[in-house]
C-alpha cells in the first residue's frame, strides 16, 4: 500500500527529476521509521552513463536514496515539519551486492538520535529480502527558507 507517491515526496524534499531516487513510500511512523520503494529501470539516466557494459545503479546513489528516504522520515517529524535535512556525514557504509535494471529497492530508515537541529539513522537497503547497502547517516535541518536565500 502506498502511503505518499511521488508528488507528495517532493512536496516534502527538494530533489527533483533526475536526481529523485524514491517512487513512494510504503510505511511511515513519524519520528521513529520510515519504508520507501525505488523501482530500477533499464532507462534510468544513470544505467546509461555508468558501466554500460554492466548496467547497475551507482553505490553513490544508492546512499544518495537512502538520504532520500531519511530526509522524509525527519521533516515528517513534528519539529521538523517544514525545513530542510542536509547530510552531513555517513559512516559504516556497506555494499553487499550490485542493483541491476528491474530490481525494486526497499528502502529502510530509523532514527536512532535526535539532538535539536541534527539526527542520526540507521539505513538499509534490500532487494528480495536481501541485503544490497547499510549506512549509518547524520542529518542537519535547517529552515527551509535559509536555502533558499531568504532571510
Do not use: W
Amino acid at each position: 500500500m502506498t502511503l505518499l507517491n511521488t508528488t507528495e515526496i517532493m512536496a516534502l524534499i527538494p530533489n527533483r527529476y533526475p536526481i529523485i531516487y524514491i517512487d513512494t513510500v510504503e510505511s511511515l511512523v513519524p519520528g521513529e521509521e520510515v519504508v520507501a520503494i525505488k523501482n530500477v529501470t533499464i532507462n534510468e539516466q544513470f544505467i546509461l552513463g555508468y558501466r554500460p557494459d554492466s548496467p547497475q545503479m551507482p553505490n553513490t546513489l544508492m546512499i544518495e536514496a537512502l538520504a532520500q528516504t531519511a530526509s522524509i522520515l525527519i521533516l515528517k517529524s513534528p519539529e521538523f515539519f517544514g525545513k530542510t535535512a542536509y547530510l552531513g556525514a555517513a559512516k559504516n557504509v556497506l555494499f553487499h551486492q550490485t542493483v541491476r535494471p528491474g530490481d525494486q529497492i526497499v528502502f529502510t530508515v530509523k532514527l536512532t538520535k535526535k539532538k535539536e537541529n541534527m539526527g542520526v539513522v540507521q539505513t538499509n537497503a534490500t532487494v528480495n529480502g536481501q541485503m544490497v547497502c547499510e549506512a549509518e547517516l547524520t542529518f542537519v535541518v535547517a529552515p527551509r527558507d535559509d536555502l533558499l536565500g531568504k532571510k
